[in-house]
């Protein structure tokens, strides 16, 4: 249940950085939900792979190339989904980092609190 909660929330954060950010556009909820989806399965399976490749140029660039694979993985989002529209790789680096911001905030609202 938590996951599909994270995935609603993934897509509403989607469509609203679509509305604020020039450059991404989507065309329905459902797209963003799909967008949501795919963004998931490509940070479970292609991120870690993409990040195991390019180790040294993470390390000598002290983590800042994950940004340009984030940036990757928006493209690559765009590329597989007909209703997601990015226009370059800038807008694909602002929305990735804006959507880290985002997703953070909005699943930190799901934390349950601990009782001791």
Avoid: Q
Avoid at 11 to 19: E, G, Q, R, T, Y
């Amino acid at each position: 249940m938590k996951t599909f909660l994270k995935i609603l929330l993934t897509a509403l954060a989607v469509i609203i950085l679509a509305n604020i950010l020039p450059g991404v556009a989507v065309t329905g909820y459902l797209s963003a939900i799909i967008v949501a989806v795919v963004i998931a399965i490509l940070n479970m399976i292609v991120r870690p792979l993409l990040i195991f490749f390019t180790l040294p140029a993470t390390i000598v660039t002290f983590g800042l190339f994950i940004f340009v694979i984030n940036a990757c993985i928006i493209l690559l989002a765009d590329s597989l989904i007909d209703g997601f529209k990015v226009s370059g790789f800038w807008a694909a680096l602002f929305f990735s980092i804006l959507l880290s911001i985002f997703r953070s905030f909005l699943f930190s609202l799901l934390k349950e609190e601990k009782h001791k």
